[in-house]
C-alpha cells in the first residue's frame, strides 16, 4: 500500500544518547525502552521513505521547511558525542509530490537546504535508536513554521496525498519535547500548566482524539512552552482519513521536560 504506513512521536534530548548522557540518561530509561520498541515497529511495516520533522532545523517564520537537496549529513559532536557522521539521501520524487500538493493547497512550502543540510538535534538524537528501525532507506527533513495548527494539520494533509502520488510506504517521524516547565529549576522555568498540558496532550495521543488536540487553548500552549505540538499535529494531518491504532510507549520527565514516545500504527487493508 502506498502511502502513510506508520507514524510515531519522539522526544529529542541530546542526554538520551549514552556518548552525551555519561550515565544520566539512565534516568530516563522508560523513555530508552520504548525508543528501542519503536525502532522495531518501525521496521516492521517496511517502509520505503521516511519523513521527519524537527523543531530545530532552518525554518521560515512563515512557511513550511524541506530539503531538496540530494542528501543530508550531520553529527553530535557539538554535544560531545563521537558517533560516526549519519547521511541520508533524500527522497526528491516524494519532495517534488510535496511540493505541489502544498501549492495546490495554497500552503507556503521552502527549501531548507538546497544544495546540502546539516541534519539537527531534533533528527540526530532520535535517529540513534530509529537508525536500524528505516535502514537505509531514503530521508526527507521538514520543519513547521509560526502559521497557524490548522494549517500545519493541512500541510499533514498535503504530505499524504504527497505519499500516495509517489507511491511510496511512508512513515512520519514527529520530533519534539513537551512542555519545558514541568518542575522547578526545569529549563524554560517552571510553569503548573505545563503538567496539565503534558496530560490533556498525552490522554489525546492515547485516545486519537485529534479535535482535543487542534482546539488545545492557546493560553495553555503558551504557557507549556513546548517544542513538540506542531511537529505532532503535521503527523496528525497526515494521518487524516486512515485507521490508525494508537500506542503510548512511554511518558516521562525527570529534568523538567516533557518526553513522550508514542506509536501511531496505521491498519492496512
Not at 560516526?84 to 502544498?102: G, I, M, R, S, T
Not at 541534519?119 to 530521508?139: A, K, Q, R, S
Amino acid at each position: 500500500m502506498a502511502g502513510i504506513v506508520f507514524g510515531c512521536i519522539v522526544p529529542h534530548p541530546p542526554l538520551m544518547v549514552p556518548d552525551i548522557g555519561r550515565g544520566n540518561e539512565r534516568e530516563i530509561i522508560a523513555t530508552i525502552r520504548a525508543m528501542e520498541r519503536l525502532a522495531k515497529e518501525l521496521a516492521s511495516h517496511q517502509p520505503e521513505t521516511a519523513v521527519i520533522i524537527s523543531p530545530h532545523g532552518a525554518s521560515h517564520y512563515n512557511a513550511m521547511g524541506v530539503v531538496t537537496a540530494t542528501s543530508s549529513t550531520g553529527n553530535l559532536s557539538n554535544w560531545g558525542a563521537r558517533e560516526p557522521d549519519y547521511h541520508f539521501e533524500n527522497d526528491l520524487e516524494l519532495v517534488a509530490a510535496l511540493q505541489e500538493e502544498a501549492k495546490a493547497s495554497h500552503i507556503p512550502l521552502r527549501s531548507i537546504g538546497e544544495k546540502g543540510y546539516d541534519l539537527d538535534w531534533g533528527v540526530l538524537v532520535p535517529m540513534h535508536y530509529l537508525i536500524e528501525g528505516i535502514g537505509g532507506i531514503p530521508l526527507v527533513p521538514l520543519t513547521f513554521c509560526w502559521l497557524p495548527l490548522a494549517t500545519h494539520f493541512a500541510f499533514g494533509q498535503a504530505l499524504g496525498r504527497a505519499a500516495k502520488r509517489a507511491g511510496r510506504r511512508v512513515a512520519i517521524i514527529a520530533s519534539g519535547d513537551l512542555s519545558h516547565r514541568l518542575t522547578p529549576g526545569a529549563p524554560a522555568g517552571y510553569d503548573p500548566m505545563g503538567k496539565l498540558f503534558d496530560e490533556k496532550l498525552t490522554s489525546a495521543i492515547a485516545s486519537y482524539d485529534t479535535e482535543a488536540i487542534l482546539n488545545l487553548d492557546e493560553g495553555l500552549i503558551e504557557h507549556a512552552g513546548e517544542c513538540g505540538l506542531r511537529s505532532i499535529v503535521i503527523l496528525l494531518g497526515a494521518l487524516d482519513g486512515l485507521s490508525v491504532k494508537p500506542e503510548v510507549l512511554s511518558y516521562e520527565g525527570p529534568f523538567g521536560v516533557g518526553y513522550l514516545v508514542a506509536a501511531l500504527k496505521v491498519e492496512e487493508g
